[in-house]
């Protein structure tokens, strides 16, 4: 898979570049294209979310809440478990116990 360091559209949710991930495109199984943009975020309470945006428009994003409820469905769907893969070379996932 193919990583890409830009995104390929506007932050439409204002992220920042701060929470920007990885890009990487997707092909459906109808073959088409599909470029997903990675957003990892903080929340109130020190958690951690994932946004997929697939298109400029404000509407055009998966948010599939927190970090570890991502990773735990990853299996699901292929678009996911790319998306986790390219987490996982970009960065490292921290496990810490809750206070």
């Known amino acids: 898979m ?3 360091d830009k995104p390929f559209h506007v932050d439409e949710c204002g ?3 701060g929470c920007y991930v990885g890009s ?3 092909y459906t199984n109808a073959d088409k294209e599909m ?12 958690r951690q979310e994932v946004c997929l945006r697939y ?19 990853s299996h ?3 678009k996911y478990h ?9 960065g490292s996932i921290k ?5």
């Open 95 to 99: 496990w810490e116990r809750l206070k």
């Open 24 to 26: 990487f495109k997707y």
């Open 76 to 78: 699901i769907f292929p």
């Open 82 to 90: 790319k998306a986790l893969d390219l987490m996982r070379k970009k």
């Open 55 to 73: 298109g400029s428009e404000g509407p055009e994003y998966m948010s599939h809440g927190p970090l570890w409820q991502f990773i735990r469905t």
């Open 35 to 46: 470029k997903i943009d990675i957003y990892i975020y903080e929340q109130p309470g020190e």
């Open 15 to 17: 992220h920042g570049d």
């Open 2 to 4: 193919k990583i890409y």
